[in-house]
């Protein structure tokens, strides 16, 4: 099936985007902006930020010295903006980042929640960390890019927000519309720009903290950076991969289950941090239960993000796709591809794909895609079967379909994440009472969207 571009009946606009700065910005380089699944459509074009402006930016910054209900009042005024401005805020989504459209609801939904979470819980005893540098990802461009900051004026602070190379424009929309409903714009800086202002932003000694989610290379980077730079003690919250499993055993509802994979592997097609990348399945149901999972692959809808019907969108641009088809070319050269969708012509698409693996253990890296990796267990093998998963180093997300109360608790009792999903999908967060983060290679917590996230970026209250 080839997408039809002729149809992406969001092409009315060409946007700009560049630093939004509370001093005169210098003349960075310009780059357009494309769409993944439309590679003829230049969405718009962004103005990159430059070193000098990391400079002005820190030497302008100012903390947020509001009174609190005011800080508050005026977070809750930035979600209304965002609600209100759903329409530009979706073609954004769909055209820059490849979003289907119950994806960019959930994805507002959430910017939304964590705005209005963070404002409820602004404490006036806290004292602001100082400049927060917010350093997010291009798979939840609205979300984690509006949480980080959300959180950090919440608490106070003066913020330096970097999206990712790939969405600097729905970052732009973001800021301006919170200006708009009133934080000061020196309070909160955009600097658009790629890692190399990711990194002028954590080497500079003036840095109060850092809210980073990225790969956990980029993580370990900027520890050193702020080992090196920042004073001791500076805060790094850090939210980063997973190889994440799960593991049906032979009592396990079937629907459920088969229904619970297709959304946790191949929503945002498998682009989330919390996606399920290697299933368990128990020996004796297994021949079935693939049989049952290829049928519902065969009803997954790949097409543009615009159209409705679509189920799986592209993945966010050629170096991603290239990645992924390698990974999986490999798996077909040795043979263990058990399943793979027709793939569209046009845009950067990766059809949904089955690949059968010994164990987690054959996963050398996060293929974020979609892209399922299946193993079998036998009875008894259940131990191994976690101390493996818990061999990777990562932490983040893990499920378990069972009918067996007991070994809910034997799982949940010995499993590294962050985040236990039981009899159903296994998918972030939902702010305020589904807290989300992880452990070990995944991520330093505390949870977004959890009672404990705002201490982090307030200063240490000194000993009493
Ligand atoms: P992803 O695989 O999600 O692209 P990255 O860690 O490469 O993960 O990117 C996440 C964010 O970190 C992006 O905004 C990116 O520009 C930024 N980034 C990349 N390299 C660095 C760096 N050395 N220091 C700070 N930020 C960086």
Request: charged residues 15%; aromatic residues 6%.
């Amino acid at each position: 099936a080839a997408i039809d571009a002729a149809r992406n009946p969001l092409r009315n606009k060409t946007w700009q985007a560049g630093p939004l700065l509370a001093t005169e910005v210098a003349k960075g380089a310009t780059q357009d902006v494309s769409n993944p699944a439309d590679p003829s459509d230049v969405v718009g074009t962004v103005q990159h930020a430059t070193p000098a402006d990391v400079t002005a930016a820190f030497d302008a910054a100012k903390l947020w010295d509001a009174p609190t209900a005011e800080r508050a009042s005026i977070l809750n005024k930035a979600a209304d903006a965002l609600e209100a401005n759903y329409a530009p805020l979706f073609a954004l989504l769909a055209r820059e980042a490849g979003k289907t459209l119950p994806d960019c609801v959930a994805e507002l939904r959430e910017a939304v929640d964590f705005l209005r979470y963070y404002a409820a819980q602004a404490r006036a005893e806290t004292r602001p960390a100082g400049t927060y540098v917010c350093i997010s990802p291009w798979n939840f461009p609205l979300a984690i890019f509006t949480g980080q900051i959300a959180a950090a004026l919440a608490a106070g602070n003066a913020v330096l927000a970097k999206p990712a190379e790939q969405t600097p424009l729905i970052a732009h929309l973001a800021v301006t519309l919170m200006h708009e409903a009133g934080v000061p714009e020196d309070a909160l800086q955009l600097l658009p720009g790629g890692g190399d202002i990711g990194a002028a932003l954590t080497s500079d000694g003036r840095i109060g903290g850092v809210a980073f989610t990225g790969s956990t290379a980029t993580a370990l980077k900027i520890r050193a950076s702020l080992a090196e730079h920042a004073a001791p003690g500076t805060p790094l919250i850090a939210e980063t991969g997973g190889l994440n499993a799960m593991i049906v055993d032979s009592t396990a509802l079937p629907e459920q289950a088969v229904t619970a994979i297709i959304e946790s592997a191949f929503q945002s097609a498998g682009q989330r941090c919390s996606a399920l990348r290697c299933l368990y399945v128990q020996e004796d149901i297994a021949p079935a239960f693939t049989a049952m999972l290829r049928g519902a692959m065969d009803a997954l809808v790949m097409g543009a993000p615009w159209d409705l019907s679509t189920d799986v969108g592209p993945v966010i641009d050629e170096a991603a796709r290239q990645g992924i088809a390698d990974h999986i070319d490999t798996a077909r050269a040795e043979g263990r591809v058990l399943h793979a969708l027709p793939t569209p012509q046009t845009g950067t698409y990766i059809a949904p794909t089955l690949i059968s693996v010994n164990g987690i253990e054959d996963l050398t890296r996060e293929i974020f895609g979609p892209v399922l990796h299946i193993a079998t267990f036998r009875s008894g093998q259940m131990h191994r079967v976690i101390q493996d998963i818990n061999a990777t180093g990562y932490g983040l997300t893990f499920g378990l379909h069972t009918r067996i109360d007991d070994r809910v608790q034997f799982v949940s009792d010995r499993i590294l994440a962050g985040n236990v999903y039981v009899n159903r999908n296994q998918i972030g967060a939902i702010v305020g009472s589904q807290p989300f983060g992880g452990t070990g290679l995944s991520g330093t917590g505390p949870k977004a969207g959890g009672p404990d996230y705002l201490l982090r970026f307030s200063a240490p209250v000194a000993a009493q």
